[in-house]
């Protein structure tokens, strides 16, 4: 058995180890460790990346806590395993709590060789529990084979895992498995479901904005750009949100080259009207038509767009107002993790408008994220680094083989190269370091084209920052030149320059350009380029013109333009033509004549000089012709030169005429030959000047009456013949000339005489030229009253007269003294007692024009009154003497010592017998009190006033009054006495134990106080004692006494009843037998009883227990 147990360990191990040698030789899939290089935050509403607030926080604000808002964006690198990838090899992202994932499954697909290497499959652990996604490699035989090399190595590549958050969270920690990132990554994440806002302010000042800019998965075709695709990304505008009326608005919007390139799909185009409610909502929305409603224009290569919405204004939304209107649109993407943009601006009445009325920015940008956020690929990485698009100028098709140097700024570590577009038309740059984008920008050149393109020579500059920098960059085709040319020939005279012109047309009829013939008779149109082989037909044809003598060649050429293409995209063009090229003119001179026109002026022969005819002379280039025509009324004063060469030699030959001078008459001649000649003569008759002067009789306008303006007519012989509405001068003059007026009519002279349109409330009479206008000034009376207010003159000062001065005030000047003008008013005149009236009379109404404003001044005010006017009223005011009683209250009560003193008292002013006022006094008033103002007389006498209080219990009153005037009320009362009587009574049995002292000492208290007074009873005073002449009261309440003995005497007890003492003593009774010492203790060894028995009941127990204990303890250790 011993043997057994022996061989039987290492024929088990001897079996094993040959297990393990013939063991079948298979590679295990392994897990790749530590490969994930970042994790970002994905917002999927808004297609961006989140980035953490200052404080290192990713605020979420989910709209539904329950689909995934929110994706990780991992970012992955295997290059630790290059050269050690296999099919079947794994590795995972771990989702943490308290966040939620849902099953899933992609693939991970490589984008440059759109192959899938490898499946992903993403695994729920509940709500709140997060998850796990594995991705497993697979098809990388065939990937190495498509990317070429030795090896598969530096695999990278990104993926998103959508996750969502049932709760709100604040400030939770997200940390991600160390095992399966590279670096330590954690996440701090703020939860809170978003909220409705109010946008309405805003919405009140804008002009426009742009937003979106979403990539979405959708297939899409599109005949104007001649392409299809699987990504598309959505643009709106936001136009006129304010509801402002413009009659026209306009909106620029375009794709911007520093970025990844995109076409604008026309297609997807639409342009509703409607209006945004203050959830910035589009509401009631109506869809526009195009051509219709507004218009679009497009670039060449859909990268641009204009829109013009005209009589905008009235296209009005369901909330009344002028309409805002809404643009939405797709572009193409890239969809390869880059950034496209997109701007905008808008005009408003032709007028270039900032986005917003609080901004002075015109141009709003809109950036979107081209990135698949569904699935995983191999996007670009644009950080720290250069990425060129090369695309078609036109059809922004992709373009490989252009080739850039890029140069980096001085200073820098980088060197420069030169990279080259690829399939995708694409070009990267090295990844730069971070110091070397701080020393300035990168300078790019392109120095090579794509084959069949123009080179694009002229450099640019790149900021590269953090994100890396984007550029696309356009070119154009190669193109074919041709020049299509023609000939001009004129037959009959020599050919000018620029004298005939030529259309070309193109294959649409559209006319490309307009041309005209050289001196030598060439026509040359401008080059033409073609960027595609075919071929293209142009028309050539002359424009007929105007001149008679021309006959105009009608007949068109046709230029057939061949382009060809001689391989790598190189274009030759060439052109034939289907008939001669030459354009033949004729041209035959031509006949023509020169009217002739007489004009006079000399107001209708008025004075009968004017000739009875006029000789004209026809002038050709400036040379008498020999030529004349007679000018007659009979002929109408008009005629003509006929049948005269138009040109001399094919130029055209320039008449004149000229006419023979008639005597007294100036000459002029206007028009050309063309459209005739006019010749006027003019001749001057005599004038006279005629001057008429206006007078005014008004006091000098005193009243404001004189109008501002007149009118003045002129007769000729008792004729109106002309008005002038006149004013006065600046000296005050008034004259109205009438100048050059004919002196003579019909051979006659004239006679002139003036008159005048009437004038209200004046008198009219004229003397030759001369008008005088009179009128009489208006007068008023002014009434004036006194009235006394004296308390009816109550002290008899009031004057037998008073004198009032009168004042005037004209316009905005101050009220002056009018000289001369005073009043008096007596009690003569009197009203009442108190009122005196008397007035001024014949007063002119108004002074230069204007209404005179009265007033008037009291002149010597009384003294002892006061002068005030209200109107036409003048109050004196006298106000009578007054006197004020005062005084104190004085208390004689031992300050209130009993308590009898009240807490007010009346103090009654007296006049006569008749109490005029009372007053009450307090400790509030200081015990002082003072009257109101008390008239000093009355009916001319000086009163006498008094003064009284009224009767208190228990007090007497003494009034006094001192030097001033002031009184004094005094109150006395003496506080009561009383006394405190007692007797001392012994309780001894008579003295029996002879210890009673001889005298005790009593002392008394006031209310439980000392007062330090102490009476000595004896037997001699009768043991008894009294206390008198004590206080009854203090500070108003009754003292309570009692009285007390001094050092009781040893073996008496005191007792006090009332004011009597008693002092009790009880003498010692003997006791039979052996009397015990006093003060020894009973003999003994007794303890004093406390009455516990349990004590003594739980000390026995305690021993017993202690026996107990004891045994125990000597048993065990006998055990032992």
Not at 149 to 177: C, I, P
Not at 631 to 654: C, H, M, R, V, Y
Not at 783 to 790: E, F, G
Not at 902 to 908: E, F, G, L, M, N
Request: glycine fraction near 8%.
């Amino acid at each position: 058995m011993k043997n057994k147990k022996f061989w039987l360990p290492i024929l088990t191990s001897l079996a094993c180890l040959l297990g393990i040698i013939f063991a079948p030789n298979s590679v295990q899939a392994k897990e790749l460790k530590n490969v994930i290089s970042n994790i970002g935050i994905w917002e999927v509403d808004n297609g961006k990346f989140i980035s953490p607030d200052e404080n290192g926080i990713y605020n979420l604000s989910p709209e539904h806590h329950d689909y995934s808002n929110y994706k990780f964006s991992v970012d992955y690198d295997l290059s630790a395993y290059d050269g050690k990838l296999e099919d079947g090899d794994t590795f995972t992202f771990t989702v943490p709590s308290p966040l939620t994932v849902r099953n899933e499954t992609f693939d991970l697909k490589d984008k440059e060789t759109d192959l899938v290497i490898g499946e992903t499959q993403i695994v729920s652990n509940g709500d709140n529990n997060g998850g796990k996604a594995t991705i497993t490699l697979k098809n990388l035989k065939t990937y190495l084979e498509k990317k070429g090399g030795y090896q598969v190595q530096n695999v990278k590549g990104n993926f998103f895992v959508g996750f969502s958050s049932k709760n709100e969270l604040s400030n939770e920690t997200l940390r991600f498995d160390k095992t399966e990132t590279i670096n330590e990554i954690t996440h701090q994440i703020k939860v809170k479901k978003g909220e409705a806002s109010d946008y309405s302010e805003g919405i009140g000042r804008a002009n426009f904005s742009k937003y979106h800019g979403l990539i979405y998965k959708e297939d899409w075709t599109s005949s104007a750009l001649n392409k299809s695709g699987q990504y598309l990304h959505s643009w709106y505008v936001r136009a006129n949100p304010k509801q402002a009326a413009y009659n026209k608005i306009e909106i620029h919007d375009w794709v911007d080259p520093n970025a990844s390139p995109m076409q604008m799909i026309p297609e997807t185009f639409k342009v509703t009207a409607g209006w945004y409610d203050k959830s910035y909502y589009f509401k009631d929305e109506v869809v526009l038509e195009a051509g219709k409603d507004y218009q679009v224009k497009w670039n060449d290569s859909y990268t641009e767009f204009t829109l013009t919405i005209n009589n905008a204004s009235s296209i009005l939304a369901k909330n009344g107002k002028p309409a805002a209107f809404r643009i939405n649109y797709k572009t193409s993407a890239p969809a390869d993790g880059t950034q496209v943009q997109n701007n905008a601006e808008m005009k408003g009445d032709d007028q270039i408008l900032t986005y917003d009325d609080y901004s002075n920015k015109t141009v709003v940008k809109q950036i979107g994220n081209s990135v698949v956020a569904s699935g995983g690929t191999i996007q670009l990485e644009t950080g720290y680094r250069i990425i060129l698009y090369k695309v078609d100028e036109l059809t922004h098709d992709r373009l490989k083989g252009a080739k850039f140097k890029i140069t980096p700024p001085a200073g820098a570590t980088a060197k420069e190269e030169i990279v080259t577009t690829n399939d995708d038309g694409i070009a990267e740059s090295s990844i730069y370091s971070e110091s070397d984008i701080k020393k300035g920008n990168f300078t790019v050149t392109e120095i090579e084209a794509p084959e069949g393109y123009e080179l694009n020579p002229t450099p640019f500059e790149m900021t590269v920052g953090q994100d890396g920098a984007i550029k696309t960059v356009t070119n154009k085709r190669s193109k074919a030149k041709v020049k299509i040319k023609a000939n001009k020939k004129l037959t009959g005279r020599e050919l000018k320059a620029e004298e005939f012109e030529f259309t070309l047309t193109d294959q649409d009829g559209k006319v490309k350009e307009t041309v005209k013939n050289d001196k030598d008779g060439n026509i040359a149109f401008s080059e033409l380029e073609f960027d595609k082989a075919g071929t293209y037909t142009f028309k050539i044809a002359e424009k007929a013109g105007s001149d008679t003598s021309i006959k105009y060649d009608t007949k068109t050429v046709t230029a057939t333009v061949t382009v060809v293409d001689k391989g790598k995209g190189a274009l030759e063009a060439t052109v034939s033509y289907d008939d001669e090229k030459a354009f033949e003119n004729t041209y035959t001179p031509a006949k023509t004549e020169v009217p002739v026109k007489k004009v006079w002026k000399d107001e209708n022969n008025q004075d009968g000089k004017r000739p009875t005819s006029v000789t004209v002379k026809l002038l050709a280039d400036g040379q008498d012709t020999g030529k004349t025509l007679t000018l007659t009324e009979a002929n109408g004063w008009a005629g003509s030169f006929k049948d005269l060469d138009a040109d001399k030699g094919g130029t055209p030959i320039q008449y004149t005429v000229v006419e023979v001078t008639v005597a007294g008459y100036t000459s002029k001649v206007t028009g050309d030959a063309a459209s005739g000649f006019t010749i006027t003569n003019s001749y001057s008759p005599e004038t006279v000047d005629v001057k008429a002067t206006k007078n005014w009789d008004d006091a000098n306008n005193q009243d404001g009456k004189r109008p501002t303006k007149i009118t003045i007519n002129l007769l000729a012989d008792g004729e109106k013949v002309a008005s002038k509405e006149i004013q006065a001068a600046t000296d005050g003059t008034w004259t109205a000339t009438f100048e050059k007026l004919a002196k003579y009519k019909a051979g006659k002279e004239i006679k002139y005489t003036v008159t005048e349109e009437a004038v209200a409330e004046y008198e009219s009479t004229i003397t030759d030229f001369t008008i005088t206008n009179k009128y009489a000034p208006k007068e008023i009376d002014y009434k004036v009253t006194k009235v006394w207010n004296d308390a009816n003159n109550q002290d008899g000062k009031r004057p037998e007269s008073v004198t009032v001065q009168l004042y005037k005030k004209v316009g905005n000047a101050d009220p002056v003294a009018v000289e001369g003008k005073k009043l008096t008013l007596t009690a003569k005149e009197k009203t009442d007692d108190n009122t005196w009236v008397a007035s001024f009379t014949n007063l002119p109404q108004y002074e230069a024009g204007k209404e005179i404003t009265y007033s008037i001044k009291e002149v010597d005010v009384p003294a002892g009154y006061k002068a005030s006017v209200t109107g036409q009223v003048v109050t004196n005011t006298h106000n009578p003497d007054t006197v004020i009683l005062s005084g104190t209250k004085v208390w004689q009560d031992n300050n209130n010592q009993d308590g009898k003193r009240t807490t007010s008292v009346k103090v009654q002013i007296l006049n006569g017998e008749k109490v005029v006022q009372e007053i009450e006094v307090s400790e509030k008033t200081g015990w002082k009190f003072e009257s109101k103002k008390l008239p000093k007389y009355e009916n001319g006498k000086e009163i006498k006033y008094t003064v009284k209080e009224t009767a208190m219990t228990e007090y007497k009153a003494t009034i006094t009054t001192d030097k001033d005037g002031k009184y004094t009320i005094t109150n006395e009362h003496t506080p009561e006495k009383t006394a405190v009587k007692g007797h001392k009574i012994w309780k001894d049995e008579e003295n029996k134990d002879g210890i009673r002292p001889a005298s005790i000492t009593v002392k008394l208290l006031a209310d439980g106080k000392e007062t330090g007074q102490t009476a000595t009873v004896s037997e001699t005073s009768g043991w008894t004692y009294e206390f008198t002449g004590l206080d009854r009261y203090q500070e108003g309440k009754e003292i309570t006494y009692t009285v007390e003995e001094v050092n009781v005497p040893d073996g008496y007890i005191a007792s006090v009843e009332g004011y009597n003492i008693t002092n009790t003593h009880t003498p010692e009774k003997p006791t039979p037998g052996k009397p015990n010492e006093p003060g020894k203790p009973k003999k003994g060894g007794e303890l004093p009883n406390t009455g516990s028995e349990s004590n003594q009941a739980a000390l026995v127990g305690g021993i017993s227990l202690l026996g107990l204990g004891t045994g125990f303890l000597a048993r065990r250790k006998k055990e032992d």
